[in-house]
């Protein structure tokens, strides 16, 4: 069955700080997608990043970048250069088949950056 | 760019009584999800509809229903509210052929006192 797993209940950074946030996840898929989502205090989902199984290439987009590990089964985000506006939930999710792509989400990270 | 709007964004309800959240999708968008989120848990889907058929279902109680309108917009019908109601719903539109790149609205914040 789908699984997501973020083991980061919560993580506390100082701004300026790179952090990482961890996913690991289970698929019986052979090809598949993963996402990231951010989650501020004011509640919106944020669609981050979407990645396709087949491309194991590392992603970076200004201060974030996701290291996809097939092997492993990670997809792990990290923030360089951290800044308060960062804070928020992070939802690592993928898709679980069945008449539909719903998404099954991790319990998310919640991200804390002091100034 | 257009986004997914719903409506209301908050919404207060007394136990027993019903709600009706609504969702319009990004325009050319054929399938819409429903997703709940209690306080400090991961969103969990409930339902969703390609082509206005339902195309799956979650762990959506029986006291709720929902549909997809010929505009495509959608609606979740709740009735005899509970306390354990009052979440975050969410609603998401998708294209098939773009693999589930799924964009979600606001969210509806639904307190049931």
């Known amino acids: 069955a789908q699984k997501v797993t973020q083991a980061q209940t919560e993580i506390s950074v100082v701004e300026k700080e790179d952090v990482t946030l961890d996913c690991v996840y289970e698929?019986?898929?052979?090809?598949?997608?993963l996402f990231w989502y951010k989650q501020p205090p004011s509640g919106e989902l944020v669609f981050l990043i979407r990645?396709?199984?087949?491309?194991?290439q590392n992603e970076i987009s200004g201060r974030y970048s996701w290291n996809f590990q097939k092997s492993t089964s990670s997809f792990n985000f990290t923030i360089t250069a951290s800044q308060v506006v960062d804070s928020a939930v992070y939802f690592c999710?993928?898709?679980?088949?069945?008449?539909?792509?719903?998404?099954?989400f991790g319990k998310g990270t919640k991200l804390t950056v002091n100034p | 760019a257009a986004g997914v709007i719903q409506s209301p964004r908050h919404l207060i309800k007394e136990k027993r009584e019903t709600a009706t959240l609504k969702c319009y999708p990004i325009?050319?968008?054929?399938?819409v999800y429903w997703y709940q989120q209690g306080p400090g848990q991961d969103p969990q889907f409930l339902i969703s509809?390609?082509?206005?058929?339902?195309?799956d279902k979650g762990s959506i109680p029986d006291r709720f229903s929902a549909q997809q309108f010929s505009d495509y917009h959608s609606e979740l019908n709740m009735s005899s509210l509970e306390l354990g109601d009052s979440a975050l719903y969410f609603c998401?539109?998708?294209?098939?052929?773009?693999?589930?790149?799924?964009?979600f609205g606001p969210g509806t914040r639904l307190t049931v006192l």
């Open positions: 698929t019986r898929d052979t090809t598949y997608y």
């Open positions: 509809f390609y082509e206005k058929m339902q195309s």
């Open positions: 325009p050319r968008h054929d399938t």
């Open positions: 999710a993928l898709p679980l088949r069945g008449g539909s792509e719903k998404l099954v």
């Open positions: 990645r396709n199984s087949f491309d194991e």
């Open positions: 998401a539109s998708s294209s098939r052929g773009t693999y589930n790149e799924q964009f």
